[in-house]
């Protein structure tokens, strides 16, 4: 079924920076065609805040991010995922609840933005690198989950 919609769940350790870039950029690009969510393993309990005025500088909306525990999407009720997608090495290398409907999986690492030092602006630079990064890749997934990404 090719309009079906697929879910799709980025996982981060802390779930405050990377997976939630990714989240953001998957349903912006995927057309409406790809719904995803994001979570933490360790979740920080709040979205940093480099990573709403990065996602702002780059024209998204950002009211609806927020950190979360991966145990939201392991239980009943939670949406069945088709991809599950890991973003950070830590997060790979976990042991992950057994996902409702058996996903595919897919590692695609990046470095953490919110580890970086240095003034506001240069954190800041950081965090736009890291964004331009996850864009890239967000892109040639889009385009391999519905076969004409943007």
Request: hydrophobic fraction near 40%; charge should be negative; include cysteine.
């Amino acid at each position: 079924m090719p309009d079906r919609v697929k879910n799709i769940l980025v996982l981060c350790t802390g779930n405050s920076a990377r997976s939630v870039m990714a989240e953001v950029l998957l349903n912006a690009l995927g057309q409406g065609r790809i719904r995803a969510f994001s979570a933490g393993s360790r979740p920080t309990g709040e979205v940093n805040p480099l990573t709403i005025e990065t996602l702002r500088r780059m024209g998204h909306a950002v009211d609806g991010p927020r950190s979360k525990s991966w145990d939201e999407f392991a239980g009943p009720g939670a949406p069945v995922m088709d991809l599950v997608v890991t973003v950070c090495d830590n997060a790979a290398g976990e042991v992950c609840p057994v996902w409702p409907g058996h996903p595919a999986r897919l590692h695609l690492g990046f470095p953490d933005p919110a580890a970086a030092t240095g003034s506001e602006a240069e954190r800041l630079a950081e965090f736009a690198r890291v964004y331009r990064m996850i864009e890239e890749a967000v892109r040639r997934l889009v385009a391999s989950e519905i076969g004409d990404g943007p």
